[in-house]
């Protein structure tokens, strides 16, 4: 029987699938790292966020 | 008028009898103890972890790194103390011998693995590989709180090179052993975990025999710093405030004092980084909570980390700490490592401030800075 997959390598497999938009909310935070607040980059994160859903459901 | 008020108020007073409503602020007995982690929540983590054999053992490579260099220091505090004691010590003329060892906080007997390995990179001066350590250990006491973690490595067979003894204590914090028992304790890895560190130094001290080592290494200040600061980010940005999700750690500054104020005599406090390459942030964490190392500060978040915190972690720390094409990312362990002697007759006692009269320069070589 394989080994039950964690809910957590699922993540991590599916968000190496989106590392551009990984690269771009990383990049909208870090640039004004002294002053983040809530959803500072909300349409960053929601593309981010998308991408990954759909990489889930593939993989 | 005005007077006969004034007299009859001031009679008044000083008839009616006086009862003593007065209160003293008073001091529960025993220290005051401030409470960081739960201990309830590490011990479970703990015992989780091992259970997973396997994937116990996998994680156990900065433990087994951290407890042989640990147990490298115990050659080195071994030979007689002082500068060319030193010297000497590294040329492996060790006389002392160690029946009685306590491993405070074992982990799975990580420290009895490291002695009973012979370690390549100290050799005598015949040009032979020194023998494992545990030839000069002829009993080592392991205690830990979790039985699972414990007797994790019961069938290996480093087992057999060693006598072990393994205690379960319910607490790590209060010590079931008699004054003056053990010629050495030493810990690894063990008493970041502890809330009154303080405390269980003096129990320490008073455990072992005059003039006997402990000697420990901790994680301290800046380990983790790197998923520590993207993590608050990631909370900051996606839920608009930060709860702790990295346990607070001591500072190496604060450990002489500390020692110290046990009662150790001759310290030694050194640092030592250890930085980790990872995939990714996921396998950072995962990593830590099969070590069993994972968050167990008082009131933190029962909850898990949502995923999108954790998306958005992962994104920032790739950004912050990802080098240009390097395949992973990295994550800092800080090591504190400490040696302190309990007190004892005919110890050695460190020269007095300006009594040096050799030039380390001559000694250690080295010039001038060039000033620009």
């Known amino acids: 029987m394989p080994a039950r997959t964690r809910p957590v390598e699922k993540i991590a497999k599916a968000s190496a699938q989106c590392s551009a938009e990984v690269a771009a909310y990383g990049k909208c935070v870090v640039t004004d790292y002294n002053s983040v607040h809530k959803d500072m980059c909300a349409k960053e994160f929601i593309r981010l966020k998308n991408c990954y859903l759909a990489a889930s459901k593939k993989g | 008028m005005l007077s006969y008020t004034f007299r009859s108020s001031l009679s008044r007073r000083s008839i009616a009898p006086t009862i003593s409503l007065r209160t003293y602020a008073s001091q529960t007995p025993g220290n005051p103890m401030l409470e960081v982690f739960n201990r309830k929540t590490k011990h479970l983590q703990k015992d989780r972890a091992a259970r997973n054999v396997e994937g116990s053992r996998k994680v156990d490579y900065l433990k087994d790194e951290v407890a042989m260099r640990l147990c490298e220091r115990l050659l080195v505090s071994n030979a007689p103390k002082g500068r060319v004691a030193l010297a000497r010590a590294r040329k492996a003329d060790i006389k002392r011998n160690f029946p009685h060892v306590l491993d405070l906080g074992a982990n799975s007997c990580n420290i009895a693995k490291a002695l009973t390995t012979p370690n390549p990179d100290i050799t005598t001066p015949e040009g032979a590989v020194s023998p494992p350590l545990a030839d000069k250990i002829s009993k080592l006491t392991c205690v830990e709180t979790s039985r699972a973690l414990l007797h994790r490595d019961e069938e290996l067979p480093f087992n057999n090179e060693i006598e072990i003894q ?9 010590l079931p052993y008699e004054p003056n028992s053990f010629d050495a ?4 890895l063990s008493i ?3 809330n009154d560190l303080p405390a269980l130094l003096e129990q320490v001290n008073t455990i072992l025999k005059p003039d006997a080592p402990f000697i ?7 380990t983790l710093y790197e998923l520590r600061g993207s993590l608050q980010l990631a909370d900051m940005e996606r839920r608009g405030g930060v709860s702790p999700h990295v346990s607070p750690l ?3 500054k604060d450990v002489g004092s500390l020692l110290n104020r046990a009662g150790f005599k001759m310290l030694t406090v050194d640092v030592e980084d250890i930085v980790v390459e990872f995939p990714d942030t996921f396998a950072l964490m995962q990593d830590l909570q099969a070590m069993g190392e994972s968050n167990a500060i008082m009131n933190r978040d029962s909850a898990p980390l949502s995923r999108d915190v954790l998306l958005a972690n992962e994104a920032i720390y790739r950004n912050l ?13 800080r090591l504190i490592y400490m040696i302190g002697w309990k007190e004892g007759k005919n110890q050695a006692q460190p020269l007095q401030r300006g009594s040096g009269d050799v030039n380390l320069k ?3 070589g080295g010039g001038e800075f060039d000033r620009p």
């Open chain 2, 362 to 364: 001559e000694i250690l």
């Open chain 2, 250 to 252: 001591a500072d190496v």
């Open chain 2, 216 to 222: 420990a290494a901790m994680f301290g200040g800046d």
């Open chain 2, 166 to 174: 393994r205690d379960i204590i319910p607490d790590l914090e209060t």
């Open chain 2, 185 to 188: 304790v030493l810990s690894s």
């Open chain 2, 321 to 333: 700490h990802m080098e240009d094409g390097a395949p992973g990312i990295p994550a800092t362990f």
């Open chain 2, 192 to 194: 970041h975990w502890i």
